[in-house]
């Protein structure tokens, strides 16, 4: 049953902590409302009655000490003027609210402000410099100074007077730097002067001994024709190549080598060569015919043999003139005269040309061999050059490097000897001092302190309030402080008021007492926080003992415990079951008010005598009825009536007519009546009002019904509540009185 409970209150439990935080404000508001109005109080009369106070403003343009012209060169400013040239404004608006810069500025205001002091300055003077607009936190070169009194024109002079004494100490400090710049400078140009002559010098050594001007421009040259030689031998070698593969035809189709050729082309252009080979033809003709008619041994056959002989040693004479050292290299290859003398125009112009290419060939040769030592001297002059080039390059940037800053040294030391006797360094006002303007005081500003001040203390007042009331706020506390479950929550039920019953009849209040039956209509409290109630209650029914009747009270008088019982019984009534609510409360009878009903009789009335219980009419099907029974008139002993045999045959006999009945009992502190009640009752349900009940109470409560069967704890007015059906219409009831 515990985790059903827990279940139905689980929006409650997941209450985040501003919630909570709202709902103490909410409570205590009174207390907040009370400081803030107290506070504001003391904001305004602060506002009126406070002093005028004035401010006046200046801004001045603060830039390096030593600040070049536009004609000058920037390098020289930047270096040698000040190593720290660049703004630090912190340390800068230190330096300005210094105590020594402000001294000068009282002793210079004293003659007209007898009682100023440094403290007074300090303390009234604002320094902070300007940021851009347009970009995140980024300094101007503008400070703005301002200062506040209650006298304007004091707040004017002060400003003017301060703003002479940042001159002259700015004159000072320049003056200070720019001789400490051209001493800086004076005693660094004769040694730039001395390292000029000596990398002057190196580079000067270097291009005599290396015999260069610029080695990386020679180092192009060589190398442009290094690769035209590489190119000159790649035309070669394909040219060599193609005159190889002609010579080879040609030597093919001569039949011989060149030299062979060569000198039969010589024989067979010479005429004397060319007769006697035509004579010793003929004669081989003639000796040939005549062996074919005589032997050798005839006379004319042995005289053509000895012409022969002879024409062919002339014949070999010749060749030797004409031929000359390959003569004998012509007879070893072909010893046929007829064959070495005798060629055609076609064999001399193919031995021609042979001999051409054989040229061609050799001359090539010779060129590849004169291209391939000029490569080789300009590869070994090209190997050379890296590290003269690594040696130039290093020593031309340290000559440039010398020479710049020997530049900029004497241009430096010409611009700050102008600069120190021109003098008359001043920082720029941009916006000189004006008489004060009045800032003080500020109605609306202090308001609003006021009002944020006021909050805030409210707010601890009402926190103080809430940790020292020890009453019951939420459903959260109220689960914490009982040991028993929460059945449920409601929106704030209406208390019971004699003057404004919660429900009107349509006719009036009868005289006599009998069975009657009225409209209740504008039920006020929600269905839904009514109804979960009961379901819980019904859950309970089914998992323990039968609750036949259920005693509802409160630890205290006015938590709505009367409400809640006539909303009980109507949402069981609802639900179809017969109902019978009685008000126990014999000492302060207030249902019969609530529903404006009789009360000349009822329970005490029944109880002091022996009459039998009337019947009672049944419940229709189209509505919802439910019987009360009043308390009736109030007797002198309410704890004798309630502990009476007689309440105990009361109520046996209203648990055999009714599914429900529901016990309306007085409060439980202070008064006995609702434990006597409670033990003819089934179960008890106690009812706790939210912010009225303390937690004391509230144990001194549960303590006291310990040893009754309590069946849970409904929190009243809990904050949070809501319901699904809270727009739908009003609905009416059927109340139906059954007893005489």
Request: charged share 20%; with cysteine.
């Amino acid at each position: 049953m515990a985790k059903v409970i827990e279940n139905n209150n689980m929006a409650v439990e997941n209450d985040p902590g501003y919630g909570q935080l709202f709902a103490v404000l909410s409570r205590r508001r009174y207390w907040l409302l009370s400081v803030l109005a107290g506070v504001l109080s003391i904001a305004t009369v602060v506002s009126l009655t406070a002093e005028p106070t004035y401010q006046s403003t200046m801004q001045i343009l603060i830039e390096a000490n030593y600040k070049g012209r536009k004609d000058v060169q920037p390098q020289a400013e930047a270096e040698f003027s000040d190593t720290n040239i660049e703004i630090d404004y912190a340390t800068q608006i230190n330096v300005m609210r210094s105590a020594l810069l402000i001294q000068r500025a009282v002793d210079l205001l004293k003659p007209e402000y007898p009682t100023i002091t440094i403290k007074e300055v300090k303390k009234s003077l604002l320094l902070a410099p300007l940021v851009e607009e347009d970009s995140d936190a980024k300094y101007t070169k503008i400070v703005e100074a301002n200062y506040i009194a209650n006298d304007p024109v004091k707040t004017q002079k002060v400003l003017q007077t301060i703003y002479k004494v940042y001159q002259a100490y700015n004159r000072e400090q320049q003056e200070q730097r720019l001789k400490k710049g051209l001493q800086f400078i004076n005693e660094q140009i004769p040694g730039v002067r001395k390292q000029v002559e000596e990398s002057e010098n190196l580079l000067r050594d270097f291009r005599t001994n290396q015999n260069l001007i610029d080695p990386e421009l020679q180092a192009a040259t060589i190398n442009n024709s290094l690769n035209s030689v590489v190119q000159q031998r790649q035309t070669l070698r394909a040219q060599f190549q193609d005159t190889e593969a002609r010579y080879k035809v040609l030597q093919q189709q001569v039949g011989s080598s060149p030299q062979t050729a060569l000198a039969s082309s010589r024989l067979s252009q010479s005429p004397r060569y060319q007769t006697l080979l035509n004579e010793l033809q003929r004669t081989d003709l003639l000796l040939a015919a005549r062996r074919g008619t005589y032997t050798d041994a005839d006379p004319g056959v042995q005289k053509l043999v000895e012409l022969r002989q002879t024409q062919q040693a002339l014949l070999q004479s010749e060749q030797g003139r004409v031929v000359g050292a390959d003569a004998a290299q012509l007879n070893a290859a072909n010893s046929n005269f007829l064959s070495q003398g005798q060629r055609t125009g076609i064999d001399i112009n193919l031995t021609g040309q042979l001999a051409e290419v054989q040229t061609l060939l050799s001359a090539l040769q010779a060129q590849d061999v004169s291209l391939a030592k000029s490569e080789q001297n300009l590869r070994n002059q090209f190997n050379r050059f890296p590290a003269q080039i690594a040696e130039y390059n290093r020593l031309i940037p340290l000559v440039q490097i010398n020479r710049e800053k020997l530049q900029q040294l004497l241009r430096a030391q010409q611009e700050l000897s102008l600069e120190i006797a021109r003098g008359g360094f001043e920082w720029q006002a941009l916006e000189q001092p004006l008489l004060g303007l009045q800032i003080g005081p500020n109605v609306t500003q202090n308001l609003l302190l006021g009002l944020v001040a006021g909050l805030m203390l409210g707010g601890v007042a009402a926190f103080l309030r809430e940790v020292m009331d020890d009453a019951v706020h939420t459903s959260d506390e109220l689960e914490k402080q009982v040991s028993i479950p929460l059945l449920g929550m409601t929106p704030e039920l209406p208390q019971s008021k004699a003057s404004e019953p919660i429900v009107s009849l349509p006719f009036g209040k009868p005289k006599i007492l009998e069975p009657w039956t009225v409209q209740v209509s504008n039920w006020p409290p929600s269905w839904a926080s009514l109804d979960l109630i009961y379901k819980n209650i019904q859950l309970l029914n089914t998992t323990e003992s039968s609750l036949r009747s259920i005693m509802i009270t409160s630890a205290l008088a006015g938590e709505g415990k009367s409400t809640l019982a006539l909303g009980l019984a109507l949402s069981a009534a609802r639900l179809h079951q017969r109902v019978l609510l009685i008000d126990a409360d014999l000492r302060h009878p207030n249902l019969h008010q609530m529903l404006n009903l009789p009360n000349e009789q009822g329970l005490s009335t029944l109880l002091e005598s022996d009459a039998n219980v009337p019947n009672h009419t049944g419940i229709q099907s189209s509505g919802a009825y439910i019987d009360i029974l009043t308390a009736g008139p109030v007797p002198t002993d309410s704890a004798n009536l309630l502990s009476s045999q007689r309440m105990g045959e009361l109520m046996a006999k209203f648990e055999d007519t009714y599914d429900l009945i529901l016990v309306d009992a007085p409060p439980v502190l202070g008064m006995v009546d609702a434990i006597l009640a409670a033990s003819f009752c089934s179960g008890v349900l106690l009812v706790s009002r939210m912010g009225k009940v303390t937690r004391t109470e509230l144990t001194q409560a549960t303590a006291m019904l310990s040893k009754l069967n309590t069946i849970g704890v409904v929190a009243n007015h809990a904050n949070g509540q809501t319901s699904y059906i809270s727009s739908q219409k009003d609905q009416g009831v059927v109340l139906q009185q059954g007893w005489e």
